[in-house]
């Protein structure tokens, strides 16, 4: 426009609110449908967090297609054909409604459901979920046509979506669940979907309006030629992109997997990374960057200290607040330098396709590629190291510049190499490598302005760590499969008589599944099923009724519970990691299941539905062990799901719950089944009261048609079965409506 018309361009306030308002509204919309419809999955896949990476991996694959769609209708369509073609699609995206899931959907029970997983998002919610995705970049494209005394530069509007994925993304756990059952929160969100498809059209016709009013008034229509970004540039942008989608899931897996497995804990740093984003665009942004430049070496120091090379120094919830301080310091100087170089609008849409596609990128490093090549959450730390490299260099730096910086570092790693090699026993130096290691922490406060020295000296430090905790480590076995990190420790107890025994533990991540002494006591069960405890006296109370029980269990674990079986009874697991069925019968680890009950049957898959398969009646016990970790398939708790289990047992059958829980109190949700549904119920909060090799505190709550069939339990003696207390605040767990911010402890 001329210098004439720009003076008298719009600087409508109701015009922002639209357009802002659009874009908030279809955030919101986007950071609700994606746990929501994780919810719907639940029941299919259980509670791993690989479900949610899955899911974020196809979110942003999604979001690449969006901007992509975004990208060629902006740069190759007339605005007219801009608004035609977009009408159609918010039309046709109406076959999808109400998002829901098909109505058959096994998953596959000997592979990896990842694609499987992938395609059924795909089917059911691929095409609202692509018309949402369009929104941000096309309506800041279309922004920049309407004439507003902003429109110059619309990436502020940017925050607007930003701010609605994070109140979206903080209210679901918090507002939306505990308030809504799953069919309110699917019809609202078709409501919500209705209003944004016309907010959409309001926004269409404001465009297409002005664009008509400019070409009556015979204004310039063409904008002016603006250079093309460089391919150093883009390079730069898709780095600078990539880098923070990959640490925001390795991050996740990392803290879920190493320092506190509990719920919803993945929120807290979706909503770090999103906050980056409203702060990078925000009009302080010049001087974050600067802050965040200057304080992410001071951090550094603290964090690799404590977190990587004595993390056991601290409690884990500082480690964690250690960890992500780190992260969003990482996720803050990446964005800032992205949005520092963010391009003419002319060029908008290609900024938000290279940047989606990096975020895709990112996401399918994490899902398909790290699992298959690391045994652990090793993406983390690299992407740590690779955050710091893309700090921005002093001015004036060449390339020459950089490789003196990394010469240094490079020597550190030549001398680390040849001591390795020549030391006979690293463990007889491992004072002396700590205490060096945390010098060279201090060292590259020295190279702060240096993004290579800095980055290479961070990693010698980090995987120095990683590589001796490997070297004096006492795992035998690790496996990375789609449900997590699996690994068999052989450690050393001591026994009843004072003398050095061995053991193999089972954890998944940081919780331990099982554990097996050697030897003699090789058929004891352990841990949370060991004989003093309560399923040890379950089993004793009714060791005259038992001789031809049919058994099942939910939840294989190590197989401990395998050696309370007698000869004529029929033992049947259910388990839905294949490759801890895998270990828990590899002799060379466990050996419950080989001596006990060799000839018991293995059903892989989702227990609910596998139980769903077996006949009524057919158990006279059955065990639900799929709660010891914080990954809590709250599927397996609802009403629905207790009434299932019921039906599968006999006339005087028992149905025992292992509720073991770091951060949930599972007993509330049980106890009120039990008085819901008029079920006999007890619950035991075992604590051992004499000091036992591998005998721990457990928590067990069992239900019966009757109190008769567990009166023997009740009226024994031994002190500790107890009945439920009420809890009247509760709201009743359903198929539903579930809520696990209710249970927290």
């Known amino acids: 426009m001329s210098e004439q018309s720009s003076s008298q361009s719009n600087r409508s306030l109701p015009l922002i609110l639209l357009f802002s308002g659009t874009l ?106 692509l018309l949402i995705s369009t929104t941000s970049p096309l309506m800041q494209k279309w922004f920049s046509h309407v004439g507003h005394h902003t429109s110059h530069d619309p990436y502020y509007l940017y925050a607007a979506s930003n701010i609605g994925s994070l109140l979206a993304l903080l209210s679901y756990p918090f507002i939306i669940e505990p308030n809504f059952g799953l069919a309110q929160q699917q019809a609202s969100w078709t409501d919500g979907y209705i209003v944004l498809l016309v907010c959409l059209a309001a926004c269409a016709e404001y465009f297409y309006r002005n664009y008509q009013k400019n070409v009556i008034n015979d204004e310039v229509i063409d904008e002016v030629p603006v250079a093309a970004p460089s391919l150093y540039t883009k390079a730069h942008w898709l780095a600078l992109a990539f880098v923070p989608s990959s640490l925001l899931l390795g991050l996740t897996n990392f803290v879920s997997t190493d320092i506190a497995a509990a719920p919803l804990l993945w929120i807290i740093p979706l909503t770090l990374y999103l906050f980056s984003f409203v702060l990078v665009f925000s009009r302080w942004a010049e001087v974050i960057h600067r802050v965040a430049l200057w304080v992410q070496p001071v951090v550094l120091l603290p964090f690799i200290a404590f977190s990587f090379i004595n993390p056991a120094l601290l409690p884990y919830w500082f480690d964690l607040i250690l960890h992500l301080t780190s992260f ?20 908008l849409t290609l900024f938000y396709l290279i940047m989606s596609f990096a975020g895709m990128l990112g996401g399918m490093f994490n899902s398909f590629v790290a699992p298959f090549i690391f045994n652990a959450i090793y993406e983390y730390p690299l992407m740590i190291i690779a955050a710091l490299l893309l700090r921005p260099s002093p001015k004036g730096e060449t390339w020459m510049d950089k490789a003196e910086h990394a010469a240094f570092p490079l020597l550190l790693i030549a001398f680390a190499v040849m001591a390795y090699f020549a030391s006979v026993d690293l463990g007889e130096y491992m004072d002396h490598i700590g205490t060096a290691l945390i010098l060279f922490v201090g060292l590259s406060y020295a190279y702060r302005k240096q993004a290579v020295s800095l980055a290479l000296l961070t990693g010698i430090v980090i995987f120095s760590i990683v590589g001796l905790r490997s070297y004096m480590s006492n795992t035998v076995y690790k496996e990375r499969t789609f449900f997590g990190v699996l690994s068999v420790r052989d450690s050393v107890l001591m026994d009843e008589q004072g003398k050095p025994e061995r053991y193999k533990e089972l954890f998944h991540g940081t919780t331990k599944h099982g554990a097996q002494r050697a030897g003699a006591h090789s058929k004891d069960p352990l841990t949370y099923y060991s004989r003093p405890g309560p399923m040890g006296q379950l089993f004793k109370t009714f060791d005259n009724k038992n001789e031809d029980w049919a058994i099942g269990v939910v939840g294989l674990g190590a197989g401990a519970l395998a050696c309370y079986a007698k000869p004529a009874q029929a033992w049947s697991f259910y388990e839905i990691d294949p490759v801890v069925v895998e270990v828990a019968k590899d002799t060379q680890y466990f050996s419950y299941l080989s001596r006990c009950t060799p000839k018991a049957a293995m059903i892989i898959g989702d227990a609910r539905l596998s139980l769903e398969a077996e006949a009524d009646g057919k158990f006279d016990l059955l065990v639900i062990d799929a709660f010891s970790s914080d990954s809590v398939p709250t599927h397996l708790l609802t009403q629905e799901a207790l009434a299932l289990y019921m039906s599968k047992l006999s006339a005087e059958g028992i149905l025992a719950f292992h509720i073991t829980n770091r951060h949930l109190a599972l007993k509330k949700v049980l106890a009120d089944h039990a008085r819901q549904l008029k079920y006999a119920a007890l619950i035991q909060e075992f604590k051992p009261k004499n000091p036992a090799p591998l005998v721990v505190a457990t928590d067990w709550f069992v239900f019966a048609n009757s109190e008769k069939t567990l009166a023997p339990l009740y009226q024994k003696g031994l002190g500790r079965w107890q009945k439920p207390a009420l809890y009247f605040d509760m709201q009743h767990w359903t198929d539903d409506f579930t809520n696990v911010v209710g249970i927290w402890k």
């Open 328 to 347: 969003f310091l990482a996720v803050m100087v990446c964005h800032g330098e992205l949005a520092k170089h963010r391009p003419h609008t002319q060029y």
């Open 24 to 129: 908030f509204l279809s955030a919101s919309l986007m950071f609700v449908l994606q746990p929501l419809f994780g919810k719907l999955m639940l029941p299919l896949l259980g509670g791993s967090p690989a479900v949610w990476n899955t899911c974020m991996v196809f979110y942003q694959m999604l979001l690449f297609v969006g901007y992509l769609y975004a990208h060629f209708l902006s740069t190759r369509l007339s605005q007219l054909r801009q608004v035609q073609v977009h009408g159609a699609l918010m039309l046709i995206s109406l076959v999808a409604l109400p998002v829901a899931l098909p109505e058959v959907m096994i998953p596959p029970t000997e592979s990896n459901p990842t694609l499987w997983l992938v395609g059924v998002l795909f089917v059911s919610i691929g095409l609202p979920f």
